[in-house]
């Protein structure tokens, strides 16, 4: 324990010192470090020989059971399903198309990519065109008075009164279709008589239109039409 030291009192003050105990400290001594060793060799692996047992194969005969299965097959009905316009009137067409008669004259006419082959009889009778009447076929006024100008050339003013035919046409469309067919009347109406012959040949019904489409150009969207211009 610090000793307490008494000091004279002064006149009206006292002073008085703070004690500060001091804290003991633990001495430590440093550890002795360890003599070194001898070294010592390691020791040689012992050898050890390994043995292989042969090992006997062992048969398994495995029976296969065979496995019945039975498939049971049920019956479908299916609903006949409706054909498109398009077919039905090609199905009427081959129908309505019946042999064709004996004593007939023939014309082939072209127009474009239009082909039609006509059938004539020196006698009374119905114009049809694929199995329909002429007049449902080219059902406009224009095209029925056109049709029957090869006939009004040759001086038939009711052709359906004098003669008859069955015309078969096929390919591009009907305005190109009915070029194709007025030729073929002309042709025909040639063969009957050779006079016939001379007057539509110098009214122009004997001569064929040889203009066809023009074909697509690179770069453009048809044979002739071009993109729009842009300046910027």
């Known amino acids: 324990m610090p000793k307490k030291v008494n000091l004279p009192a ?21 550890a002795k470090l360890a003599k070194p060793t001898k070294s010592v060799k390691p020791e040689k692996p012992a050898k050890v020989k390994i043995v292989e047992k042969p090992v006997k194969q062992v048969k398994t005969e495995v029976k296969e059971e065979p496995v019945k299965v039975e498939i049971k097959v049920e019956e479908v009905k299916l609903e006949p399903k409706e ?45 049809t065109v694929n199995g329909m009447a002429i007049e449902k076929y080219f059902s ?38 009915l070029d194709a067919v007025v030729l073929a009347f002309a042709k025909a109406l040639s063969k009957l008589d050779p006079e016939f012959d001379k007057t539509l040949r110098k009214l122009g019904f004997m001569t064929r239109d040889s203009r066809m489409v023009e074909r697509k150009k690179p770069f453009l969207h048809k044979a002739r039409k071009r993109p729009q211009y842009s300046k910027r």
Do not use: C, N
């Open 83 to 127: 054909e498109p316009k398009i077919e039905k009137e090609k199905k009427e067409v081959s129908e309505k198309q019946t042999p064709l008669k004996k004593g007939f004259i023939t014309g082939m006419g072209r127009r474009k990519e239009a082909k039609a082959g006509v059938f004539l009889w020196d006698e009374k009778g119905e114009f």
């Open 140 to 177: 406009s006024d224009v095209d029925q008075i056109k049709w029957v100008r090869p006939f009004h050339a040759v001086g038939v003013s009711h052709p359906e009164a004098r003669y008859s035919a069955s015309v078969r046409v096929r390919g591009s469309g009907k305005a190109s279709q």
């Open 10 to 30: 002064q006149a009206g003050k006292t002073k008085v010192k703070k004690v500060v105990k001091k804290k003991a400290v633990a001495k430590v001594k440093p």
